[in-house]
């Protein structure tokens, strides 16, 4: 198991900001591909954005432009930044990071986006 700790979900009005953290415990031999999914009522959970263990990013296209994602390899943390905030980004957002092949899961954040 690789426990993912998650903070930074709230309640915030359109066009604001927030900014997700997920750290994951643990020593690893190589740096961790992370990333955020998320799930909206009623939908499918969707990819956010990744960033690998080289640093490569890659972003659902509703989100370029407006969220960024980044990650302190010493602490085994990836940033989730999200600006302009939009109603459709409402959500429970979830961490995951890579280890050996395997998913591992943070417990879920909410983010509401308020009009």
């Known amino acids: 198991q690789v426990p993912l700790v998650e903070s930074g979900g709230g309640l915030v009005q359109a066009g604001g900001s927030l900014r997700l953290s997920c750290a994951a415990s643990?020593?690893?031999?190589?740096?961790?591909?992370m990333g955020w999914y998320r799930q909206a009522p009623g939908k499918q959970r969707e990819l956010v954005a990744g960033?690998?263990?080289?640093?490569?990013?890659d972003f659902e296209d509703s989100v370029k432009g407006r969220f960024t994602i980044s990650r302190d390899n010493a602490k085994n943390t990836v940033y989730l930044q999200m600006n302009s905030l939009k109603l459709e980004d409402t959500a429970v957002y979830y961490c995951y990071a890579i280890v050996a092949g395997l998913y591992y899961w943070g417990q879920g954040t909410q983010v509401t986006v308020s009009s």
């Open positions: 960033i690998t263990g080289s640093g490569s990013t």
């Open positions: 643990g020593s690893f031999l190589s740096i961790l591909p």
